[in-house]
C-alpha cells in the first residue's frame, strides 16, 4: 500500500511539473504599469517645447517613469512646496538637485499613485535661453488655478526644468 502512494504521488508532482508553463506567477496586485508615452509632436517654436515638457512631467509623473523625469531636469533643478502659503517663505519645504528630487518623486509622489496629473492654461515667457511659466494644477482631487510655477533653462539646445515651486494657491 505505501508503494502505491508513493507512485502515486510521483505521478502527481511529474504531472505537476510537465503543465507548467514556465513562466513566473504573475505580480501581486496586479500587472505592471505599462510605460507607454503620448507621442509628442515636435515643438514649433519654444514655447510650445515647455508646454510640450510641462504636460510630459505630469505623463511621467503618473507612468512614475523616474528615468524619464530624470531627463527632463537640470542637475541643479530645485523644487519647493509653499505650502499655500506663497508670501511666507519660512514654512516651503525645499529638495535642491536631482537626488533630492528624484527621492521626492519616488518616496512622496509616486506612493500617491496619482491618475493623471495635468496642467491646464499655461502661460509662458521666454527671455533668450531661460524662461517662467505659470500653470493651472489637477492632479488627484487638486484642480487649483495659478498654483504651480516652473523655470527653465536651455542647456545643449533643449529645455530642462531649473525649478518647480507648487501649492502657491492659498486654500
Known amino acids: 500500500m505505501r508503494k502505491f502512494v508513493f507512485i502515486a504521488a510521483i505521478a502527481l508532482v511529474i504531472a505537476a511539473v510537465g503543465c507548467s508553463t514556465g513562466a513566473p506567477p504573475p505580480p501581486p496586485g496586479g500587472p505592471p504599469r505599462v510605460r507607454e508615452r503620448t507621442p509628442t509632436a515636435v515643438p514649433a517654436n ?7 515638457l510641462i504636460n510630459a512631467e505630469g505623463e511621467a509623473v503618473v507612468q512614475q517613469d523616474i528615468d524619464r523625469l530624470q531627463s527632463m531636469w537640470a542637475n541643479d533643478g530645485v523644487v519647493t512646496d509653499a505650502n499655500r502659503t506663497a508670501s511666507n517663505t519660512s514654512d516651503d519645504k525645499t529638495w ?17 499613485n496619482p491618475a493623471f496629473a495635468e496642467h491646464p492654461n499655461i502661460r509662458v515667457t521666454i527671455t533668450g ?11 488627484g482631487v487638486t484642480n487649483v488655478k495659478d498654483n ?5 533653462r536651455k542647456i545643449d539646445g533643449q529645455w530642462r526644468v531649473t525649478s518647480l515651486t507648487f501649492s502657491l494657491a492659498a486654500q
Open 96 to 112: 535642491k538637485n536631482w537626488a533630492a528630487i528624484r527621492d521626492r518623486y519616488v518616496n512622496i509622489v509616486f506612493p500617491s
Open 46 to 52: 519654444d514655447e510650445e517645447a515647455i508646454k510640450q
Open 148 to 152: 504651480d510655477k516652473w523655470t527653465f
Open 129 to 139: 535661453e531661460t524662461a517662467n511659466a505659470v500653470a493651472d494644477t489637477k492632479i
